[in-house]
Every structure is written in structure tokens, then in C-alpha cells.
């Protein structure tokens, strides 16, 4: 017996950018952009086009494009009954839009939306929940992009280890532990040194100015079972960088494996 989507689910939000449309558009249209801010993206640029997000080894989400309209909109759908494993009759598509609306004085404000339609399952509202709180700091990242390195092409390094405890708990003694606590600051993680640009709820966003230029995101999720992932996520624009990260993923994960971080 299959079930038909009939309860729609939506996520609006806006965000304020510096650059023109077209800069803009390069960040969030083209496979070298998202990459730059968001997750390793393979998209082709025309209506009807395919796209890829990749989430780790051997996970993605894969979809394809259903509006293009350059500088100024941008629509996806993603296959979200195949991302979550689940019934293809049960789930719409995951639909976003992007719209971009130039202001005076050098910034853009992008409008994303994002919806969908289910069946009122109890983990359906539980992910339009947790997409909000762990989409959201990813645009974040797209206006420190545009506003340092605009253009420019990144070299991701990511890395993760699960510590014992809920995220609250640990993100409060991640954040005292590596001093993140103030806008502003200098910080050092490992071997790379930065300022704190933005601190969240449970992630912060450094822009690095050592041993390569780029962006890194460190943050915590629940994984359930009194168990927590603590992870780094860093985009670097240097010629460096690729050779940095083959060198320094090792030692990133050593550090993040052995991070104490105890309630008090």
C-alpha cells in the first residue's frame, strides 16, 4: 500500500551578502562556488542539469535543476525519499530557490526556500528542524566567502570524531576550551591560527590567516545514544592547500580524537 505526500513542509530565511549579482551568483550557481562555501558540489549550469552534494564517503544527495535564470535565480530539487532511505511514493522532492536581490552600497540579499511535501511522519518534522539548525551556518560561510575570497576555488579539509556526552555539554566545553567564546578574537586550532568571525548556538566560524588562507567551521551534533561528533570543516584558497591538507589531515584527526572535553 503506498502512501501519497499531503502535508507541505517549508524553511525561509534571508541573507545579506556583500558583492554584485553576478559574484553572488558565481558562489551559489557553479559547482567551483558551492564547493567554496557549502559541501563538494558537482552541478551543471543550465535548466534540466544534474547536481551532486557529497556528504562523506559514499553519501550524497543527488538532483537536478529546474530553474536557472542568471544573476538572479536559481531553483533545485533533490531526491530526498532516496537521501533518507524512504518510500519514493511518501516524498515529494526537496525543492530550493535561491533568489537574488541586488541592494545599494555593494551587498545582495539572497532569499532561500526550501520545501517539500511528506506524510506527517514524526522524523519528517524532525529533519525540517535540523536542516534549519545545520543549513543555515553554512551561509555564514558564504558571506565571509564573498566578502575574502570571492571567485576563488577552495580546497576542503574535513574531519570528525565522536566524544561521549550531549551536544549542549560539549559544545559549551569546546567553546571554553578553544576560547571561542568572543567575536573578534585570535584564536588557535591545532596548527592554524585565525579570528573568530561568528559564534553559534553549536558551531563557530574562524577565518584562518595560518599556515593557508581559507574559512574553518568547527561545531557538534547529537548523534543519539549519549554520544556526540565534534567536527572541523575548513576551506582553504592557496596552492598550498591541497598539499597541506594530504599532510595535515592526519594529525587534524589525532586532534580532534583526542580533544578532552569534560563538563567542567
Given at each position: 500500500?503506498?502512501?501519497?505526500?499531503?502535508l507541505?513542509?517549508?524553511?525561509?530565511?534571508?541573507?545579506?551578502?556583500?558583492?554584485?549579482?553576478?559574484?553572488?551568483?558565481?558562489?551559489?550557481?557553479?559547482?567551483?562556488?558551492?564547493?567554496?562555501?557549502?559541501?563538494?558540489?558537482?552541478?551543471?549550469?543550465?535548466?534540466?542539469?544534474?547536481?551532486?552534494?557529497?556528504?562523506?564517503?559514499?553519501?550524497?544527495?543527488?538532483?537536478?535543476?529546474?530553474?536557472?535564470?542568471?544573476?538572479?535565480?536559481?531553483?533545485?530539487?533533490?531526491?530526498?525519499?532516496?537521501?533518507?532511505?524512504?518510500?519514493?511514493?511518501?516524498?515529494?522532492?526537496?525543492?530550493?530557490?535561491?533568489?537574488?536581490?541586488?541592494?545599494?552600497?555593494?551587498?545582495?540579499?539572497?532569499?532561500?526556500?526550501?520545501?517539500?511535501?511528506?506524510?506527517?511522519?514524526a522524523?519528517?518534522?524532525?529533519?525540517?528542524?535540523?536542516?534549519?539548525?545545520?543549513?543555515?551556518?553554512?551561509?555564514?560561510?558564504?558571506?565571509?566567502?564573498?566578502?575574502?575570497?570571492?571567485?576563488?576555488?577552495?580546497?576542503?579539509?574535513?574531519?570528525?570524531?565522536?566524544?561521549?556526552?550531549?551536544a549542549a555539554?560539549?559544545?559549551?566545553?569546546?567553546?571554553?576550551?578553544?576560547?571561542?567564546?568572543?567575536?573578534?578574537?585570535?584564536?588557535?586550532?591545532?596548527?592554524?591560527?585565525?579570528?573568530?568571525?561568528?559564534?553559534?548556538?553549536?558551531?563557530?566560524?574562524?577565518?584562518?590567516?595560518?599556515?593557508?588562507?581559507?574559512?574553518?567551521?568547527?561545531?557538534?551534533?547529537?548523534e543519539?545514544?549519549?554520544?556526540?561528533?565534534?567536527g572541523?570543516?575548513?576551506?582553504?584558497?592557496?596552492?598550498?592547500?591541497?598539499?597541506?591538507?594530504?599532510?595535515?589531515?592526519?594529525?587534524?584527526?589525532?586532534?580532534?580524537?583526542?580533544?578532552?572535553?569534560?563538563?567542567?
Amino acid at each position: 500500500m503506498s502512501t501519497t505526500p499531503t502535508l507541505g513542509y517549508r524553511l525561509e530565511f534571508s541573507v545579506e551578502v556583500p558583492g554584485t549579482p553576478e559574484q553572488v551568483w558565481q558562489a551559489i550557481a557553479t559547482a567551483k562556488g558551492m564547493s567554496a562555501w557549502f559541501l563538494p558540489t558537482e552541478i551543471e549550469e543550465r535548466e534540466g542539469g544534474s547536481l551532486h552534494f557529497s556528504m562523506g564517503p559514499e553519501m550524497g544527495s543527488d538532483g537536478h535543476v529546474t530553474g536557472w535564470e542568471p544573476p538572479r535565480r536559481l531553483v533545485y530539487e533533490e531526491d530526498w525519499a532516496a537521501l533518507m532511505g524512504k518510500d519514493p511514493d511518501a516524498l515529494s522532492p526537496l525543492t530550493s530557490e535561491f533568489l537574488v536581490e541586488a541592494r545599494s552600497g555593494g551587498t545582495c540579499v539572497v532569499h532561500v526556500t526550501s520545501s517539500g511535501f511528506g506524510t506527517g511522519a514524526a522524523w519528517e518534522s524532525e529533519f525540517w528542524d535540523d536542516m534549519g539548525t545545520s543549513w543555515m551556518p553554512f551561509f555564514d560561510n558564504l558571506r565571509l566567502y564573498l566578502a575574502h575570497f570571492p571567485g576563488q576555488e577552495a580546497t576542503q579539509l574535513e574531519v570528525a570524531a565522536s566524544h561521549a556526552g550531549d551536544a549542549a555539554t560539549l559544545w559549551s566545553a569546546l567553546r571554553d576550551t578553544l576560547g571561542l567564546g568572543d567575536e573578534g578574537r585570535t584564536v588557535g586550532l591545532h596548527d592554524a591560527t585565525g579570528t573568530v568571525e561568528v559564534v553559534g548556538e553549536r558551531q563557530a566560524l574562524v577565518r584562518l590567516t595560518a599556515p593557508v588562507p581559507g574559512m574553518l567551521s568547527i561545531f557538534v551534533f547529537d548523534e543519539g545514544d549519549a554520544a556526540t561528533t565534534v567536527g572541523v570543516r575548513a576551506y582553504l584558497f592557496s596552492p598550498a592547500a591541497a598539499d597541506y591538507v594530504r599532510r595535515a589531515t592526519p594529525a587534524w584527526q589525532a586532534w580532534l580524537d583526542d580533544l578532552t572535553l569534560g563538563a567542567g
